[in-house]
């Protein structure tokens, strides 16, 4: 039976992939259609722009400034909706994400895209400040009713936990309708997608900090697997991380899927995207939470973010991998990688054995 379900997972996933290069078909055409030669000169231009990125995470990932967001009332989460100035229940968060990019060169590009300009959040609030958990959604993610599935957001909230869900630049509610445009073809995008991610989920975290978190960590899913990975690179004041089904490189993904040819020429192509997009790996800093708080997760048989990947996240921050049965989507043992974070959040006492 686990042989016969890992097979269907896999399937699933290959599903998904082609579905997403049939999506970005037209982009992926237009920046593949470059010879080999000019691809490899413009991405060495890319890693010089951002060379001064590299090093102390201050330089290129400053402290961003306090946020005030604007908060929409959703829904009660007991039997009466909170009084008149009480944060308690479901609430949508936004506010202006007041984000400059690094590159002056990708300025105009990069705002092209008007709602990207507003940041937001769903939060799961008890009232008074408790320890928050950060879930950092995956490619083309970020819609309300999805992530309420995707998540065991209950689970974590009754057991002393608030929960706090962030959308990623350029997707759903911050996206045109299109593919998401992190990460992009263009590895200036890229990097600027989630460097903003940083100032944005770092915004959030200082948020429910000051509100009196005791303590907020992330955990993200696939591209939010990296995200968070990357957070617990840049953010001193991350309590906890779990990358679940993490990707742990743009070129990885990139070279898997046969997106930069073979032989000698896509080693090279390989070596450039990574140099290129380099300043926001999460393998390019070290960990700054403590490994007794830190767990990465991989499907055994994800055909999408391959075991490796989380491998690589894992050697790098110095912590085995917990493996779980199924793939990417059909996470048919996903039980098991959530009671693996709950018994580190247990034993660190961030979390309740027992429901509140």
Do not use: C
């Amino acid at each position: 039976m686990s042989r016969v379900l890992g097979q269907a997972a896999e399937v699933v996933d290959r599903a998904l992939v082609s579905a997403m290069q049939l999506r970005n078909k037209s982009e992926r055409a237009r920046a593949e259609a470059l010879p080999h030669d000019e691809r490899i000169r413009l991405l060495e231009v890319v890693a010089e722009a951002y060379r001064s990125g590299h090093g102390d995470p201050g330089v290129f990932f400053p402290s961003p400034p306090p946020i005030a967001p604007r908060s929409s009332f959703v829904r009660a989460l007991g039997a009466r909706r909170p009084p008149r100035g009480e944060l308690a229940g479901v609430y949508d968060l936004a506010w202006e994400s007041r984000y400059e990019p690094f590159d002056a060169g990708v300025r105009d590009k990069y705002h092209s895209r008007t709602p990207n300009r507003t940041a937001h959040a769903r939060v799961y609030l008890a009232g008074p400040p408790r320890p928050a958990i950060v879930l950092v959604h995956g490619y083309m993610g970020g819609q309300w009713a999805l992530e309420e599935r995707q998540w065991p957001i209950g689970w974590f909230f009754k057991r002393g936990l608030d929960v706090v869900v962030p959308v990623l630049p350029f997707h759903a509610r911050r996206g045109d309708g299109g593919p998401p445009w992190l990460p992009s073809s263009d590895p200036r995008v890229t990097n600027e997608g989630f460097r903003q991610a940083m100032h944005d989920i770092r915004g959030l975290v200082g948020w429910l900090r000051a509100r009196g978190a005791p303590a907020v960590g992330a955990m993200g899913m696939s591209l939010g697997g990296y995200t968070s990975s990357l957070l617990a690179t840049v953010e001193r004041e991350l309590a906890f991380v779990a990358p679940m089904i993490p990707l742990a490189s743009v070129a990885d993904f990139a070279r898997d899927q046969g997106r930069l040819g073979e032989g000698a020429g896509a080693e090279a192509q390989h070596a450039a995207l990574e140099r290129a997009n380099w300043v926001v790996s999460p393998l390019a800093r070290p960990l700054l939470v403590p490994t007794e708080r830190t767990v990465v997760l991989a499907a055994a048989s994800d055909r999408i973010t391959p075991l490796a990947h989380a491998e690589r996240i894992g050697a790098h921050f110095g912590v085995p991998v917990t493996t779980f049965s199924g793939g990417h989507l059909l996470q048919v043992g996903r039980g098991d990688a959530f009671r693996a974070v709950g018994r580190m959040l247990e034993a660190a006492g961030i979390m309740s054995r027992r429901p509140e």
